[in-house]
Structure formats: structure tokens, C-alpha cells
């Protein structure tokens, strides 16, 4: 999971936060290894246990990765999805 990796400049990008079992935050970000198009996973303090950055070339992947490769791990109680739209807004 690089934060690094970037396809174009019009990629569609998502943030999903997740709530797991309790203790299950570890599990669950193992599960997402090696999905090129997660690029990167935080653990949270607060009411949600991860956030999830997804970005892909098009809104349908981004809907399979979320769906296929996130909602479906074992122990992950609830997502909310977060899609983004846009150039992102760059403090001067």
C-alpha cells in the first residue's frame, strides 16, 4: 500500500471508514494487502477504527474494490463511503 502511487489526474478517489470487531482492526487491514488500488490504510482513534483510501481509474472499480475487497472482510461491522469529486483544494 504506497501513498505514493497515483494512475491519472482524473482517477476516482474514495475514502471508506470502517468499524470492525472489537480487536479486529490488525485482521482487518491484513485483508487489504496487496489491493494495488488501496493506497493507503490509518488506524482511528474515535467512533470509526480505519480509514481507507481508495483511488482507481474509474467509479465502477472504485465501487468493486469497496464492495468485493473491503465491505466483504470478515469482522468489518460497517463502511461509509466518502466519494471525492474534483481537484483537491491546496492551502497557499
Do not use: C, W
Not at 5 to 17: D, H, N, P
Not at 52 to 62: G, I, K, L
Not at 64 to 78: G, L, T, Y
Amino acid at each position: 500500500m504506497s501513498p505514493t502511487r497515483s494512475f491519472t489526474r482524473e482517477a476516482m478517489k474514495a475514502y471508506v471508514l470502517l468499524n470492525t470487531e472489537l480487536g479486529k482492526e490488525p485482521d482487518a487491514i491484513k485483508a487489504m494487502n496487496g489491493v494495488k488500488e488501496i493506497i493507503a490504510v490509518h488506524s482511528l482513534y474515535g467512533i470509526y477504527d480505519i480509514l481507507v483510501e481508495v483511488e482507481a481509474e474509474t467509479m465502477e472499480r472504485v465501487k468493486e474494490i469497496v464492495f468485493n475487497n473491503i465491505r466483504r472482510i470478515d469482522n468489518v461491522k460497517s463502511t461509509i463511503t466518502l466519494i471525492t469529486y474534483g481537484e483537491p483544494v491546496r492551502n497557499p
